[in-house]
């Protein structure tokens, strides 16, 4: 059963930065694409960030591009979203998800799509207040 674990997520003032960690289990295979997702009261959820752990190609929201950064650690199987500059608009609980296949092309827009994910983590909160 491949299961994804989201965490660091807490509170945080605006401008202030947070760094996100996922780590899947029970995945066939060692390289893997994984997905940032954020849900805010009241809409519906949307893509944040991709990366394709094999060969480290990313995309971006245009929401998040610049402030946001997706990397990561392959011998430790965990994938980072670090945050920064973060904005009240960025509250929501965010979300990992990963495709039941490797991927064989670098993510783009279409990446951001949740129906492109087969299993997702259990989110984390992120509260950006002053």
């Known amino acids: 059963e491949v299961q994804l674990q989201a965490s660091g997520g807490g509170w945080v003032q605006p401008g202030g930065s947070l760094r996100l960690s996922c780590t899947p289990s029970?995945?066939?295979?060692?390289?893997?694409?994984i997905g940032w997702f954020r849900q805010a009261p009241g809409k519906r959820r949307e893509g944040v960030s991709s990366?394709?752990?094999?060969?480290?190609?990313?995309f971006y929201a245009d929401s998040v591009k610049g402030r946001f950064t997706v990397s990561s650690d392959n011998a430790k199987k965990v994938v980072y979203l670090e945050m920064n500059n973060l904005k009240i608009g960025d509250t929501a609980t965010y979300y990992c998800?990963?495709?039941?296949?490797?991927?064989?092309?670098?993510?783009?827009?279409?990446?951001?799509?949740?129906?492109?994910?087969?299993?997702w983590g259990q989110g984390t909160q992120v509260t950006v207040s002053s």
């Open positions: 998800a990963t495709p039941m296949a490797p991927r064989t092309q670098p993510p783009g827009p279409w990446a951001l799509g949740v129906d492109e994910y087969d299993w």
């Open positions: 029970g995945l066939t295979f060692d390289d893997f694409a």
């Open positions: 990366i394709n752990t094999y060969d480290g190609s990313t």
